[in-house]
């Protein structure tokens, strides 16, 4: 079969597949803590000064941010100098939910479990998100030889103990019972033959607690939290953007001023509780990278909740996903799941050298991966230097047909342009993938302003500066059901005073 790759890049190949059955008898050994810390500290972009710019009004006055976000919390507001009629809104509920992935839909299908009346209003259409992308599994410590106090560990420890404790407790102390949860609402988790899980590692794990659904695990989610959302006839507004949070004049959060994407109309949103749950900010491309995001991540919600008074956390910290694809240019920057190392597939330099362990760290071997290529050890590709992901370890490790089974969608994704992934391996780079700070929440799911509740991936503190794989689908579960189940709950003692903008004045 032939590939497209180059006649240079096959030279590289071959070096590669000369090298394979040695390291599959010598696996590559851990970096020490030292190691890392300089690795760090030298490569990876959050350490790159230069891209980051001094934030000069707000809750985070003086703290450093990426230039790109700087400039949005900063931006004048879009309803500057419009004539709204807050007295007189076109919806008018008790939760408005702001998002429509998995923290959005968990939040919604909770209050409304809970008796409020809700909405979802979302840019794109429900489902339409960062969650349906995930594909390497969700975490949660459900079996014999784990607890929630070893998840814990491994938690804190993958985010540099810069987490915030409450918030991973909650994190890995709900986590089983929301894989039942999603189980009983029809997620079809991979199983045994006697219907048991199959749980896997990921990067910085100490047990094997990864649940996946094939590598397609976040659009099995999503599958089946829009249909909960569709059979309770929770109201669903798409192509919508919430522009601005609306608070009531003793400064709770009380609405939302919305914009139709499509026709531009102007919608003003009143609610006794607000939850965002607006994702990440991939596409905002800081530095200049590739992103493996949906195009709705542009940080609307870290602006909204900040303009409205909520403080952010690590808002400087962001995770670039070390395998992110290199080659070819059509999938540029799209996620190779974590799941492709988990089952064995080293990082492999030009000359066919396997140059760190699969399994550091994200934040560890993005850097390891840009250190690599820096040497002038990358595989040249007509695109960009990257470095090798040995996928053939796979079938060779596990048997053949391994790969396809439980990595179809990566499978296809790359045939699609003649490239067998079983047959030679892939070239990566990495990719701006996670937001691990956003607005600081209490366990309760709440910001800083009263009412204002925020889950998943605009929220931070969770990851602390860097989240491990599997706790991103864990955390939009978790923390989308808990501001749900909280807003559920203070819906009932809100009265609302007059509407009001005049904090973005």
């Not at 000369?18 to 599959?24: F, K, L, S």
């Not at 199959?198 to 910085?204: K, L, R, S, V």
């Not at 989240?467 to 955390?475: A, C």
Request: aromatic fraction near 6%.
């Amino acid at each position: 079969m032939s590939f497209p790759y180059t006649e240079e890049m096959m030279e590289s190949v071959k070096k590669v597949e000369a090298t394979r059955a040695a390291r599959m008898a010598a696996e590559p050994r851990r970096m020490t803590a030292e190691e890392k810390d300089a690795l760090l500290e030298q490569y990876h972009p959050d350490y790159n000064l230069s891209s980051f710019a001094e934030i000069i009004v707000g809750p985070n006055k003086g703290e450093k941010a990426p230039k790109e976000l700087v400039e949005l919390l900063q931006a004048k507001s879009r309803v500057q100098g419009m004539t709204l009629d807050l007295a007189h809104p076109d919806y008018d509920v008790d939760v408005l939910v702001i998002g429509g992935g998995g923290s959005g839909a968990s939040a919604a299908i909770e209050a409304h479990e809970a008796g409020a009346n809700v909405m979802i209003v979302t840019k794109l259409r429900i489902g339409d998100a960062n969650t349906m992308m995930a594909e390497g599994g969700i975490q949660a410590a459900d079996k014999e030889n784990d607890s929630p106090a070893q998840h814990y560990l491994d938690v804190m420890g993958g985010g540099h103990f810069a987490n915030v404790p409450e918030l991973v407790e909650k994190l890995v102390m709900d986590g089983p019972d929301c894989i039942k949860w999603l189980n009983d609402l029809g997620v079809l988790f991979d199983k045994d033959k006697d219907g048991n899980m199959i749980t896997t590692h990921g990067g910085g794990t100490s047990r094997k607690r990864m649940h996946a659904a094939a590598d397609y695990s976040g659009a099995e989610i999503m599958r089946v939290l829009r249909d909960e959302v569709q059979n309770r006839k929770i109201p669903v507004v798409d192509f919508t953007s919430a522009i601005e949070i609306i608070k009531d004049t003793e400064g709770k959060a009380a609405g939302a001023v919305l914009q139709n994407m499509e026709t531009g109309e102007i919608l003003i949103a009143r609610a006794k509780c607000v939850i965002i749950a607006t994702g990440g900010a991939g596409r905002l491309h800081y530095q200049g990278f590739p992103t493996s995001n949906h195009y709705g991540a542009t940080a609307d919600g870290l602006v909204l909740a900040y303009r409205a008074g909520a403080r952010l956390l690590y808002q400087d910290t962001l995770q670039y996903h070390p395998t992110g694809v290199a080659f070819p240019s059509q999938i540029y920057g799209a996620l190779v799941t974590e799941k492709v190392r988990s089952m064995g597939a080293q990082f492999v330099n030009v000359n066919g050298e396997a140059f760190m362990h699969p399994l550091e760290t994200r934040d560890v071997a993005a850097s390891g991966v840009i250190r690599e290529v820096s040497r002038g050890n990358g595989v040249h590709t007509p695109l960009r230097d990257g470095i090798w992901l040995d996928s053939p370890m796979i079938d060779a490790i596990h048997g053949e047909g391994t790969l396809e089974k439980r990595l179809p969608g990566m499978l296809r994704m790359y045939l699609r342009y003649d490239i067998d992934m079983r047959k030679v391996p892939i070239v990566i780079y990495p990719t701006l993938h996670y937001q691990n700070g956003g607005v600081r929440v209490s366990v309760n799911g709440m910001s800083d302003v009263e009412n204002l509740y925020v889950a998943g991936e605009a929220a931070g503190g969770v990851h602390g500066r860097n989240r491990l794989m599997g706790n991103s689908l864990l955390d939009v579960i978790v923390f989308g059901r808990n501001a749900g189940q909280e807003a559920g709950k203070q819906f009932k003692n809100v009265t609302l005073s007059d509407l009001t903008l005049e904090h973005v004045d």
